[in-house]
């Protein structure tokens, strides 16, 4: 337990020097929160858990009363103790409660709702306080993250934690429209979102691929946009109450004027080519695009937003924007005459003129809209939100001009890129130059999960544990950057996350016991666990995808950023660095390798009777004959015995050849094999 004075010191250092790099960067970063809070600090004892523990709350929040049910429920779980009861009760002065939620108010779930709080743990009670209940309930998420364990049983560390968000737009997006995503794993998300504190859903409804939620005015949508396979209103409710009920706003997008396709089966007049049209089956940018010089298009979309908006409480409204190639208004004679009319120089021009007639329409319901940046900068009023994600340079520039910006460069989860790269895209970096006024109007950032390559199977192993580093990025103070300390928490972090019925773990397991065709799955657990998939806009060449294609392939299995091979490369990189040739060192070094070199010989018996495996059998060969190589270059390091170069370059071809993706998957230790070699010579 580290001091309660040393702590002080630490923060202290912290204040007159933020950029030491410290491990310790805030009083709680020794511990397991993720996010870590804004302030923390740690003093001697502990609050031990018993069957006693209950909890009050002074005022009647109904979802604060459900989310500190859930904390009983979650803490009954993981301690398994019979709490006497799991039901909170309302405050009096003669209560005796363990814990105490004090809030004044009940939080509106607006922009920029207060969500602090201070959480208060002594040996013989808990406080918990917030200006409103959104904020006790991320109190709340991190009171179960403070649960400790040791030989006499469960406690809450004595601590004292002042906590707020660094932005106020901490979001997830999820694509429900190329890979329909069924309620109860949306549920399970939000659950995920409110443990790590993110407070925005954006849910991608519509999109080439299909037409998720019910329309009672156009019916046709839903039901020749979807194969069946849509929200019906009565669901896209119980989500919207289930996110408020964890403080979460849900921000709908309906993908316009491209991204269009699904809209147009059922009513292709609104198209800017007479169609017919069907559900695109491939991925891409597609040309069917709505109609701006049509008053039909602004009629019917009026009607559908008053539709919408009666089941979308939420002001901000996402209107996608993307992508639009502009190829049928280039066609369309029509079109090019009303641009000529109007003075609509280009495509540009005419999408904007369009974007303008929305934001009146959705003005009439209240809405604000919110668009992907589209190349130029628009010209809209300064409600309007720009989303930036094909560079970050958007998210200034929108921010000078006066628009309201969220980052999701860097933020592409589907991508399948490292924790450490998501970890470190700071939207306002330490060195960033802007001033206070441009930064204000940076709101925060939003993870983004595009459903090419994921379906319900899936989606958990993409989104999470890798979000919940995203989540600490948009949520702590930008000094919290230890990447060391961030991959320590994530891993706990992601054990628990499976108590919220996340299959991110558990489904993993299960695809490698159907990918072994029913053999133990240890052998080709130690094959993927050093296996990621392949970037994902270098995927859709070997194959050309469709929608209904298997997710079931090794490449889906495969982890974007495999635990052990971390491990393994950062064990590399140490020992590299200190240039010491530590002996224990090397051992732990050549034990992977050496289980890595004798695997393909026992994966040829698991291959032989699970023909999925085959499209990765020279791979598993590589793995097998790159940790030969580095044995050897571990015995020369162990021999102090230099090398010629023609070893070295014989080696390292090897290595190379060993890099080419197959299966569409990849080896993730090459490069330190490569480190191992390169330090023999
Ligand atoms: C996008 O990724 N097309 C916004």
Same mark, same amino acid.
């Given at each position: ?89 309302? +405050? ?149 109450? +289930? ?439």
């Amino acid at each position: 337990m580290i001091k309660k004075r040393f702590v002080q010191f630490i923060i202290t250092l912290l204040f007159v020097f933020p950029s030491l790099d410290l491990s310790a960067q805030s009083g709680c970063s020794n511990m397991k929160l993720m996010p870590i809070p804004f302030n923390c600090e740690i003093s001697d004892g502990e609050f031990r858990l018993n069957e006693s523990f209950n909890i009050s709350i002074n005022i009647e929040s109904e979802r604060l009363f459900k989310s500190a049910q859930r904390t009983m429920e979650i803490l009954a779980g993981r301690t398994v103790l019979f709490f006497n009861t799991h039901n909170p009760s309302i +405050y009096d002065s003669s209560n005796i409660s363990s814990l105490i939620i004090n809030v004044n108010k009940i939080g509106e779930i607006k922009l920029d709702t207060d969500e602090s709080y201070s959480l208060i743990i002594t040996e013989k009670y808990l406080q918990l306080n917030a200006e409103n209940d959104i904020g006790a309930i991320r109190g709340l998420a991190t009171l179960i993250q403070l649960l400790h364990a040791d030989e006499k049983g469960y406690y809450f560390p004595c601590v004292k934690i002042e906590d707020k968000p660094r932005f106020i737009w901490r979001g997830l997006m999820i694509d429900a429209s190329r890979h329909f995503i069924p309620v109860d794993i949306i549920k399970n998300n939000l659950d995920a979102m409110a443990a790590l504190k993110l407070n925005v859903f954006h849910w991608h409804l519509t999109d080439d691929h299909g037409f998720r939620i019910e329309c009672k005015s156009f019916p046709k949508l839903h039901e020749l946009g979807s194969e069946g396979l849509y929200y019906t209103q009565e669901q896209i409710l119980d989500v919207i109450k +289930y996110a408020s009920d964890k403080g979460i706003k849900v921000v709908p997008e309906f993908d316009l004027p491209g991204h269009a396709t699904a809209w147009f089966i059922g009513y292709p007049e609104l198209a800017s080519a007479p169609g017919p049209y069907t559900i695109q089956r491939r991925w891409g940018i597609f040309d069917p695009t709505f109609d701006p010089t049509n008053e039909e298009t602004y009629k019917f979309l009026d009607k559908f937003f008053e539709e919408m908006s009666t089941l979308f409480p939420y002001n901000y409204w996402h209107i996608g924007g993307d992508e639009n190639n502009g190829k049928q208004w280039m066609a369309n004679s029509k079109i090019q005459e009303f641009m000529r009319v109007n003075k609509l120089k280009d495509n540009h021009a005419l999408q904007n003129y369009f974007n303008q007639r929305l934001e009146k329409i959705l003005s009439k319901y209240n809405k604000t809209m919110i668009g992907w940046y589209t190349d130029e900068m628009p010209s809209l009023t300064k409600d309007y939100i720009i989303q930036s994600w094909k560079g970050r340079t958007s998210l200034y520039e929108a921010a000078r001009r006066g628009y309201r910006s969220l980052l999701s460069h860097g933020f592409y989860i589907d991508l399948v890129q490292s924790t450490e790269y998501h970890y470190l895209n700071d939207p306002i970096p330490p060195d960033s130059i802007l001033t206070d006024s441009v930064k204000n109007l940076i709101l925060g950032g939003e993870a983004t999960m595009w459903a090419e390559f994921v379906g319900p199977e899936t989606i958990d192993s993409r989104i999470w544990p890798r979000t919940a580093a995203i989540a600490e990025r948009l949520w702590s103070p930008g000094i919290v950057n230890n990447v060391d300390d961030m991959y320590r928490r994530l891993e706990i972090v992601s054990n628990q996350l499976e108590d919220y019925g996340l299959a991110h773990k558990k489904n993993y397991e299960m695809m490698l016991r159907r990918l072994s065709n029913g053999v133990d799955t240890e052998i080709l657990k130690n094959f993927m666990d050093v296996t990621k998939p392949l970037y994902t806009y270098s995927r859709d060449r070997p194959h050309v995808f469709i929608t209904h294609y298997p997710l079931t392939r090794v490449v889906d299995a495969a982890r974007p950023d495999p635990d052990i091979a971390r491990k393994f490369n950062r064990m590399v990189d140490v020992f590299v660095d200190e240039n010491m040739n530590d002996p224990v060192k090397l051992n732990s070094i050549s034990k992977w390798l050496e289980l890595w070199k004798g695997n393909h010989a026992n994966m040829l018996k698991i291959i032989a009777q699970s023909p999925t495996l085959r499209e990765i059998e020279t791979l598993s060969e590589d793995l097998s004959k790159s940790a030969a190589i580095g044995l050897e270059a571990i015995n020369l390091i162990k021999n102090r015995t230099k090398t010629d170069e023609s070893w070295v370059n014989t080696r390292l071809a090897s290595l190379k050849a060993a890099s080419v993706p197959r299966g569409e998957s990849e080896l993730a230790v090459l490069k330190s094999i490569e480190k191992l070699i390169n330090y023999v010579r």
